[in-house]
């Protein structure tokens, strides 16, 4: 196999905004680095025909590396407990375990019940830090664990919850859907959800008059005052993928069921510290760790969760400020990886762009474009094409669980 970087920017590709002329942020952003892959390679759009969930974050890395979801995708959460390496067996089902930010209409609700009178203020919990979750999630397991309930920890907002020999159908919705909302529409539903509404209810009770978020309030931060609960799934295992590919593989992300999906296939991970903002120093970081792995590995998927840029202290950033985050992904990251192609003309980059998690309204942002770029030798460039959504709209739509595989074959 032709030595491949993946690079998935996640959450880039959504609505259209107003305020960029009634374009998307891909439509918008200046990406020289982007358009020259793009005028030397092959340009289309890609998800899983016939499936109906979006097509982003460790789904799509799944179907790439040639896992088909209906199989292989249980849900987020056990790909957590992957990452973080919390075994489960057949009848346990892992959580993701956010701690988010509620508010009331006159202050942070601590009086309130558990229900409507409860909106969702930060599904980040307000920023907060790894070493303050920490006491948080110690405290939780003081008083809520169980025989069959277990909690981990993860890092700032993002843990798991495990519920050994979970019975019942329990269906649970993303905290960012219900940002600013009344919680009641969202909380967890069907057979079982009793059991994860209670506990819920519970860490908020535990978590509103804990020391740490007090500090935080005093120091003019929000507090991290309940768990939130979704994202459920359970025990996969899948084959690896050297058992189809003789390839020696990387992934590297900050999000946790990412880092799970490369585990549980058999290669290598590494999972960095997400910075927000599309700080630079930190995607100078990403790409000083991919180019030298690139020289001892074949494939090397980088994930960068675009999304996780898009809100700050529970507000959305401005469209104009997403444009600046791409402009600098653009000449950090893929500007790194477009030399490496200039250096070296065996290297093939994958660059795929999927909507965010938390937002699909239109047909717009339902769209995946990629390119695969085989070097300059691969076309003569066309300057008349650029990656986006646009450009790939009316492009059949490619099977992704084949796209590594047909492009393997060329070496």
Same mark, same amino acid.
Request: proline share 6%; hydrophobic share 40%; charged share 20%.
């Given at each position: ?38 005028? +030397?390679?092959?340009?289309? @759009?890609? &998800? %899983? ?10 789904? #799509?890395?799944? #179907? ?28 346990? %089902?892992?959580?993701?375990? +956010? ?34 979750? @920490?006491?948080?999630? =110690? ?76 500090? @935080?309030? =005093? ?31 990387? %992934? ?26 599309? =700080? ?29 840029? &898009? ?52 047909? %717009? ?10 070097? @300059? ?31 393997? &074959?060329?070496?």
């Amino acid at each position: 196999m032709r030595k491949t970087i993946v690079i998935h920017v996640d959450g880039l590709t959504g609505q259209s905004f107003q305020e960029l002329g009634n374009q998307t942020v891909l439509q918008s952003a200046r990406t020289p680095h982007l358009d020259e892959l793009a005028g +030397h390679g092959e340009l289309g @759009r890609l &998800g %899983v025909p016939r499936e109906t969930r979006p097509f982003c974050g460790e789904m #799509a890395l799944l #179907a790439l590396l040639g896992y088909h979801p209906h199989k292989w995708y249980t849900g987020p959460g056990a790909f957590e407990a992957g990452g973080l390496e919390v075994v489960l067996d057949a009848h346990d %089902v892992a959580y993701l375990c +956010h701690l988010v930010t509620l508010r009331g209409q006159d202050g942070w609700g601590d009086g309130k019940k558990f229900g409507p009178q409860l909106f969702m203020d930060d599904p980040l919990g307000g920023g907060i830090e790894t070493e303050e979750a @920490r006491e948080l999630i =110690d405290a939780i397991n003081e008083q809520l664990i169980s025989e069959n309930i277990h909690f981990y920890m993860g890092s700032h907002h993002r843990h798991l919850m495990v519920w050994v020999g979970a019975s019942g159908k329990v269906a649970c919705r993303n905290p960012h859907e219900a940002l600013g909302q009344s919680i009641e529409a969202f909380l967890p539903t069907g057979d079982g959800s009793q059991i994860l509404r209670e506990l819920m209810a519970a860490s908020r009770a535990i978590l509103c008059h804990h020391p740490v978020n007090k500090e @935080r309030l =005093d120091a003019g931060l929000k507090p991290a005052n309940c768990l939130w609960l979704w994202g459920p799934g359970k025990a996969v295992e899948l084959p690896h993928l050297k058992e189809r590919w003789p390839v020696k593989g990387m %992934v590297i992300s900050p999000d946790g069921p990412y880092v799970g999906v490369g585990m549980a296939a058999g290669l290598q991970t590494v999972k960095v510290e997400n910075v927000g903002g599309g =700080d630079v120093a930190w995607l100078q970081e990403l790409a000083n760790r991919t180019s030298p792995v690139l020289e001892t590995h074949d494939l090397v998927c980088l994930h960068i969760p675009f999304y996780a840029w &898009g809100l700050k202290d529970g507000q959305a950033v401005p469209p104009s400020q997403l444009v600046e985050y791409l402009q600098r992904v653009d000449e950090q990251v893929i500007g790194a990886m477009h030399q490496s192609v200039e250096k070296n003309d065996s290297l093939r980059i994958v660059v795929l762009c999927t909507p965010s998690p938390h937002r699909q309204e239109d047909g %717009v942002s339902a769209i995946s474009p990629y390119l695969v770029c085989e070097g @300059r030798k691969g076309k003569p460039e066309d300057h008349a094409v650029r990656l986006n959504e646009r450009e790939v709209a009316n492009r059949p739509l490619r099977d992704a669980t084949k796209l590594l595989e047909r492009v393997a &074959g060329k070496n």
